[in-house]
């Protein structure tokens, strides 16, 4: 039994929630595979028809940090390190792989892996008050997980670049101009609204619904994995620079990073 993640489920609609019971909801290493366990187990579903994705408290603040099973410092070697960094990627590529339709439910803040998480779900819904940010170009990593070319399809590669490179908070507002939220509503109304999505798509013929939402995405994705295939190696690769881990130290030093190049 997952230790994170529950499936709930009603009618044609399922509802899968994960909470690490601090309301923060790191992605860490159990976490992950669980919520990847948990998309592989829609594969063979024929009565769900739509599938939301809400994290219990906050969406998630993105990867554990301080979880040992992402250290990547402990790999020994640069094939187990690359074999590490392969279970973001595969996370959100389980969810996009779903046939029936995903609906994120984004509540407080939803940040870095979550982000790439979301954009590879179908819609994402959001509290008022909550806010994206990938945090990884200031901690000294790329943006990986295969989110870069899904952000693009979504806002343009100007916005991406604006998501990406300047870690900045996206509110929930600017988030629905760009095309990054589909709906914003009143805090804690962002699963309720996620379930009356999930109603009108229950209430649709399957099939038809399932090969639109499989058309579009191999009209939307089709260059995604070549554009995108490196960057597991760019960040296995970025995380061994002098500017890595200065800016691992200025994170848990809670200062600002002195950035070299290096």
């Known amino acids: 039994m997952p230790d994170f993640v529950s499936i709930a489920r009603a009618g044609a609609v399922a509802t ?23 998309a592989h187990g829609f594969k063979d579903d024929l ?6 994705l809400a994290g219990k408290g906050a969406f998630t603040a ?3 940090l301080k979880d040992p099973g992402l250290d990547r410092r402990r790999a020994n070697g640069l094939l187990e390190r690359r074999h590490l960094v392969r279970i973001g990627p595969e996370l959100c590529e389980a969810w996009e792989r779903v046939e029936q339709v995903t609906i994120c439910a984004i509540e407080k803040y939803c940040i870095g892996g979550g982000a790439a998480l979301a954009a590879a ?11 994206l940010r990938l945090p990884e170009i200031p901690l000294g990593m790329n943006m990986s997980w295969h989110a870069v070319p899904r952000l693009v399809s979504l806002i343009g590669p100007s916005r991406t670049k604006q998501f990406v490179i300047f870690g900045e908070k996206v509110e929930a507002e600017q988030a629905l101009a760009w095309g990054l939220a589909d709906a914003v509503v009143d805090d804690g109304q962002a699963l309720a609204a996620a379930q009356a999505w999930a109603a ?3 209430a649709l013929p399957p099939n038809a619904v399932r090969m639109s939402k499989v058309s579009v995405n191999q009209a939307a994705n089709a260059l995604h994995r070549a554009t995108t295939f490196m960057d597991a190696d760019q960040y296995a690769l970025a995380t061994t620079s002098e500017d890595y881990k200065e800016a691992m130290r200025a994170f848990l030093e809670k200062r600002a990073p002195k950035f070299t190049g290096r």
């Open 121 to 131: 779900c179908d819609f994402r819904i959001l509290g008022r008050a909550a806010h």
């Open 47 to 52: 009565e769900t028809q739509a599938v939301i």
């Open 200 to 202: 009108k798509v229950a």
């Open 62 to 64: 993105g990867a554990d």
């Open 16 to 38: 899968v929630t994960f909470d690490r019971g601090d309301g923060r909801n790191a992605l860490s290493k159990q976490l992950i595979l669980e919520l990847t366990e948990a």
